[in-house]
């Protein structure tokens, strides 16, 4: 009883340590839109991130199934790029680029990776056009290095999700679905002395 009644004790005098992984977003990280048409497939993307911002992950033990994360994406809108000039204004437009130039995606949970993983979970919270959205996310993780990580997240929007409608073009004869696929890819370097993977 005494033994029981010590670690009980000790467990509320010393409680867990929280590690905190720190995590760079690289510029050569990007995000794209795909979507179709009833002419064509098209891919709208930004293939370049230029804000220095830092992911935070929490974990208490290596065997926690899900982290916690703190940080996200900041993209402005009228950046994205389609290919063709036509198809980026109304891309643009149909996003509300002049009154909520950004889109921002915080990443709130993460599936546990200490090695390369596929399909694991996490939730994201994503504002587009005024209207926010928390959604769930399915993420591949890629080891580059012992100092470097790949995060890959993929999740089907519809453009109704934010109050949006699908652009048109030439008098409705072009009309664009109401699906959009959503896919970014992190590129991550650590702020932390080394990796345990």
Not at 5 to 33: A, H, M
Not at 73 to 92: A, E, G, S
Not at 176 to 190: A, C, G, K, N, Y
Request: aromatic share 10%; hydrophobic share 40%.
């Amino acid at each position: 009883m005494k033994i029981l009644l010590l670690i009980l004790l000790t467990s509320f005098c010393y409680p867990r340590i929280e590690v905190v992984e720190k995590w760079k977003i690289e510029k050569d990280s990007n995000l794209y839109f795909e979507g179709r048409s009833n002419i064509s497939s098209f891919s709208c993307g930004i293939t370049e991130y230029l804000r220095p911002d830092t992911l935070f992950f929490y974990r208490e033990e290596l065997s926690q199934q899900v982290l916690s994360v703190k940080g996200g994406l900041t993209i402005d809108v009228n950046r994205f790029n389609c290919q063709q000039p036509y198809m980026n204004k109304d891309l643009i437009k149909t996003l509300k680029g002049n009154e909520c130039p950004e889109l921002k995606i915080a990443l709130k949970t993460i599936g546990n990776f200490i090695k390369p993983v596929k399909n694991i979970k996490g939730t994201v919270i994503i504002s587009l056009a005024g209207v926010t959205r928390t959604m769930d996310v399915d993420y591949t993780v890629q080891y580059i290095d012992q100092h470097n990580l790949r995060l890959q997240g993929y999740r089907k929007v519809l453009f109704s999700d934010f109050g949006l409608t699908p652009p048109r073009k030439l008098a409705g004869l072009v009309k664009v679905e109401e699906q959009i696929d959503v896919r970014f890819q992190l590129v991550l370097r650590s702020l932390n002395n080394t990796l345990k993977n």
